[in-house]
C-alpha cells in the first residue's frame, strides 16, 4: 500500500470490478484511453492487474480516496508491454472524472514515482499516452518528466485510421527524481 496526503494505492479487491467499471464506462473518461469498458472487459483488466502484480510485486494499483475510502480510479507501474515501454518501468493512471481538476492524478503519479525509485532498480520511469491527451501530460510534466519525441510512436493495439494511434512517450531519470 502507498498513502499520500489525501490518497492510498492498494492491490485491487473482487468489490473494486463495480465501482471501476463504473469510471471506464465513462465515454469522457476514456475518450483518449479507447472505447468504453464492459463490466466483463474491466473484470478482466483487473485480473491482469492482480497477475501483474503478483509477478513483479506492482501494478496501476486500486486508487482510493482516503477520507472516504471510494475508489476513484488506478495509479501505479507496470512492466511495459509494448514499443518504447518493453520491460521499463511505465507509470500511468486513471481517475473519475469528477475527481479531475483537483490534484489526485498529479499526487498519486509522485507517490508512485517515489515508491518506484525506492523499491525497484530502473534508473527511469517512462510514461505514454495519446499525443492529445494534454491533461496527462501535463501531469508528466508536473512530474518533472521530459517528453521524448524519438520514441513517439503509434499504438499497435488501433487501427490505422484510429484517431488515438498515435502516442507520445515522457521520461523520468532517477538522477532528475532525486534533485527535484
Known amino acids: 500500500m502507498i498513502a499520500t496526503e489525501r490518497l492510498v494505492m492498494r492491490s485491487w479487491r473482487d468489490e473494486d470490478v463495480a465501482p ?11 475518450a483518449t484511453l479507447g472505447p468504453p469498458l464492459d463490466m466483463e472487459a474491466t473484470a478482466a483488466r ?16 486500486a486508487l482510493e480516496r482516503r477520507e472516504d475510502a471510494r475508489l476513484v480510479g488506478w495509479c501505479g507501474v507496470i512492466r511495459g508491454d509494448m514499443a518504447p515501454v ?12 469528477d475527481c479531475w481538476g483537483v490534484g489526485f492524478a498529479s499526487e498519486a503519479a509522485r507517490g508512485a514515482a517515489a515508491w518506484s525509485f525506492a523499491n525497484l532498480p530502473d534508473d527511469e520511469i517512462r510514461a505514454i499516452t495519446w499525443r492529445g491527451n494534454v491533461r496527462s501530460r501535463a501531469v508528466m510534466e508536473r512530474l518533472g518528466m521530459q517528453y521524448r519525441p524519438k520514441f513517439d510512436f503509434d499504438h499497435p493495439g488501433l487501427a490505422a485510421a484510429d484517431p488515438l494511434r498515435p502516442h ?13
Do not use: N
Request: proline share 2%; net charge neutral; charged share 25%.
Open 86 to 97: 518493453v520491460d521499463k518501468v511505465e507509470i500511468g493512471w486513471r481517475l473519475a472524472r
Open 20 to 30: 471501476f467499471q463504473t469510471i471506464c464506462s465513462d465515454p469522457e473518461v476514456m
Open 168 to 180: 507520445v512517450t515522457y521520461s523520468l531519470s532517477r538522477s532528475t527524481w532525486k534533485t527535484a
Open 46 to 61: 483487473i485480473a491482469w492487474m492482480r497477475g501483474h502484480e503478483a509477478e513483479h510485486g506492482h501494478c496501476f494499483w
